[in-house]
């Protein structure tokens, strides 16, 4: 069974550009989460679908960033117009249902350099 | 304060050797405790949940102090491929949602 599936794997593009990521989780996952890793922290949520509900997009930065799951399987995380400090690993990830004590399946990352 | 705080390391261990990682997490009501590994230049992997009677897997050993608001991974006869960050993980309080630490980097030595 195929894994979580991001593209691209690396992005590099200069400030105040658009960019967009792409996210297939795992066939039957109901929860699809993006996350943030800066170099040498762990994950930061970014935002968790529910089906094509967002249902916790507090720590996304809504006047820049936006996201979509419209049938409620891949989705997609866009930046516009990103800064330097966007510069990161952006990593979607996918559970069954989503309750807390649940296994994440992570994707291999889109590795952004904002420049 | 930071809701989940671990030691970063570096640690550099010979291989056999018993090494252990703490976490501390600030939310009293959290419920759910893991470790994640994740490799250099990979994605995170759920490595072990930890339950509160605390629980081994193979040479792997996690526990969890609730009075204290901390769990731990004990890893025995460590290997050279057990190099990694590891990363501890809590939900935070009684919501959905996990908060991740910034990992512990290991490295075991020939």
């Known amino acids: 069974e195929a894994g979580v599936v991001q593209s691209p794997r690396y992005k590099i593009i200069e400030k105040k550009q658009p960019v967009a990521f792409w996210c297939n989780p795992i066939?039957?996952?109901?929860?699809l989460y993006w996350y943030r890793q800066n170099l040498g922290q762990g994950p930061e949520l970014l935002i968790r679908?529910?089906?094509?509900?967002?249902?916790?997009d507090s720590q996304l930065p809504k006047d820049r960033f936006s996201a979509e799951r419209l049938k409620g399987v891949d989705s997609t995380l866009k930046i516009q117009p990103a800064e330097l400090g966007d510069s990161a690993v952006y990593l979607c990830?996918?559970?069954?249902?989503?309750?807390?004590?649940?296994?994440?399946?992570f994707g291999s990352g889109t590795q952004l350099s904002v420049l | 304060r930071k809701e989940v705080e671990q030691d970063p390391g570096p640690f550099n261990v010979p291989e056999g050797a018993t090494v252990a990682f703490n976490c501390t997490y600030s939310?009293?009501?959290?419920?759910?405790f893991f470790w994640y590994r994740q490799d250099c230049r990979k994605e995170p992997k759920l490595l072990m949940s930890?339950?509160?009677s605390g629980n081994e897997d193979g040479r792997f050993t996690a526990q969890l102090n609730r009075a204290s608001q901390y769990i731990s991974l004990l890893i025995r006869d460590s290997k050279l491929s057990d190099s990694a960050t590891y990363l501890c993980?809590?939900?935070?309080?009684?919501?959905?949602?996990?908060?991740f630490g910034s990992g512990t980097q290991l490295t075991v030595l020939p």
């Open positions: 990830a996918s559970s069954l249902e989503g309750t807390s004590n649940e296994k994440l399946f």
């Open positions: 679908y529910e089906n094509e509900e967002a249902v916790d």
């Open positions: 939310n009293s009501a959290s419920q759910s």
């Open positions: 930890v339950y509160s």
């Open positions: 993980v809590v939900n935070r309080g009684s919501a959905r949602q996990l908060t």
């Open positions: 066939s039957g996952h109901n929860t």
